[in-house]
């Protein structure tokens, strides 16, 4: 491809090596990583949907992070299995774009996920006699759709203004496609993606951030100076919530650190496991750690695995 090409039809992946046989060692982890979180995300969907004593806020709230998640992997892990087991790493323009919205719109959506949950965690625990009144199934109704609508018109927004750049080069030195990527090969003027991005990240991702911390540092005040049963209240059921929230959070900053600054001197291999760990390990993270930590989840697979007692 020219390097002053306004048009590109394809994209080359340079963060491939070539692994000889280990591809298919590496074919079957991915395969198998991928198997599981299907696997365990739609145990828990299935679960919390055919209980009705489940279909509570928090459980309806997990529902919409699980298929998010399934989502999310649906976008990554196909497309790695293939590039794992080819000569040529490369991508149509038209497809590596989809994979930009579906990525993208996982992160987002998992984020909006993650702030209407400790709102719903919040109100459960710091306005109990409240709860039923401001949390109402038409509520909850509202905030899962919000969680999904405005993410999606943000990505929809930030593609749009990707796709009408023209491009100088087609080398994107990363595994899958990511947006930032896209845009360090524009030759177009790019002011308008970066103040679009910045404009999002201090306004709706702070927002997002501010009402985690707030609902969360509310919680340990009501929790330090309530009575022992706020305080176990608190810890079954926010436990979980706070390790996703961290897990997903440093999954971010590896991301954000390697498409920001130069780690060309850090191990290549190193480089592709920081970028892929919060698309990979989330998904299974989360359901392993709400299937554990959730005392109800944690009885009914209990009876579907090894029957009731």
Do not use: W
């Given at each position: 491809m020219m390097t002053n090409s306004t048009y590109v039809s394809y994209f080359t992946l340079s963060a491939y090596f070539d692994t000889g046989?280990?591809?298919?060692?590496?074919?079957?982890?991915?395969?198998t990583l991928y198997v599981l979180i299907i696997c365990s995300n739609v145990l828990l969907l299935v679960v919390i949907c055919v209980n009705r004593n489940l279909h509570e806020p928090m459980y309806l709230f997990l529902c919409s992070l699980f298929v998010?998640?399934?989502?999310?992997?649906?976008?990554?892990?196909?497309?790695?299995?293939?590039?794992?087991?080819?000569?040529?790493?490369?991508?149509?323009?038209?497809?590596?774009?989809l994979q930009i919205f579906c990525l993208y719109s996982y992160a987002n959506v998992q984020l909006y996920n993650l702030a209407v949950m400790s709102y719903d965690r919040y109100l459960a625990i710091c306005c109990p006699l409240q709860y039923n009144?401001?949390?109402t199934s038409n509520k909850v109704t509202v905030l899962i759709v919000l969680t999904w609508l405005f993410p999606l018109l943000n990505v929809v927004v930030m593609m749009s203004l990707s796709i009408s750049l023209q491009l100088c080069g087609?080398?994107?030195?990363?595994?899958?496609?990511?947006?930032?990527?896209?845009?360090?090969?524009?030759?177009?003027d790019?002011?308008?993606?970066?103040?679009?991005?910045?404009?999002?990240?201090?306004?709706?991702?702070?927002?997002?951030?501010?009402?985690?911390?707030?609902?969360?540092?509310?919680?340990?005040k009501v929790s330090f100076s309530g009575c022992k049963?706020?305080?176990?209240?608190?810890?079954?059921?926010?436990?979980?919530?706070?390790?996703?929230?961290?897990?997903?959070?440093?999954g971010c900053f590896f991301e954000i650190l390697q498409s920001r600054f130069n780690m060309s001197s850090v191990p290549n291999m190193l480089r592709i496991v920081l970028s892929l760990y919060f698309l990979t390990c989330q998904p299974l993270f989360n359901p392993l750690i709400y299937g554990l930590n959730l005392t109800k989840i944690r009885i009914i697979c209990k009876s579907l695995v090894f029957g009731k007692v």
């Open positions: 046989v280990f591809k298919y060692l590496y074919f079957l982890i991915v395969l998010n998640e399934l989502f999310g992997s649906t976008g990554l892990f196909p497309f790695l299995l293939v590039q794992i087991v080819s000569d040529v790493h490369t991508v149509s323009t038209s497809s590596c774009f009144s401001r949390m087609n080398i994107i030195n990363k595994v899958y496609c990511d947006n930032f990527s896209v845009v360090k090969l524009a030759c177009s790019t002011t308008v993606n970066n103040v679009y991005g910045i404009v999002y990240m201090l306004t709706v991702i702070v927002a997002l951030i501010i009402l985690i911390l707030f609902s969360y540092m509310r919680i340990l049963q706020t305080r176990q209240k608190a810890v079954s059921t926010c436990t979980p919530h706070l390790a996703s929230l961290l897990n997903f959070s440093f």
